[in-house]
């Protein structure tokens, strides 16, 4: 079973940026779908950003513009560029298979805090 090893969180300001890697502890080459997730408290899992094999990209409408997702096959990792942050970007962030839109993993790694704060 695949681990995905969540890292780079951390506490940033309003209109700050961070980048979050994402480790592999197979290749991530086989994988159709790969995806960030985040949950803030009292709200629902949310897949966020989401990179199909041929590099294709897609986001969720409430970070469209501000986040880029990446994928460097050769690391096995997989990357979240956050720019523009706002204080509804709390939460912890997952990395994880994302085969479509609808559909969620059944396990999760522990997760990386991001906490956007003044």
């Known amino acids: 079973q695949v681990q995905f090893v969540e890292s780079g969180g951390g506490l940033v300001q309003p209109g700050g940026s961070l980048r979050l890697s994402c480790a592999a502890s197979?290749?991530?080459?086989?994988?159709?779908?790969l995806g960030w997730y985040r949950q803030a408290p009292g709200k629902q899992r949310e897949l966020v950003a989401r990179t199909v094999k041929g590099g294709t990209t897609s986001y969720a409408d409430s970070v469209k513009g501000r986040f880029t997702i990446s994928r460097d096959n050769a690391k096995n990792t997989v990357y979240l560029q956050m720019n523009s942050l706002k204080t509804e970007d709390t939460a912890v962030y997952y990395c994880n298979t994302a085969v479509t839109w609808g559909s969620m993993p059944r396990s999760w790694g522990q997760g990386t805090q991001v906490t956007v704060s003044s």
């Open positions: 197979e290749s991530i080459v086989s994988f159709y779908g």
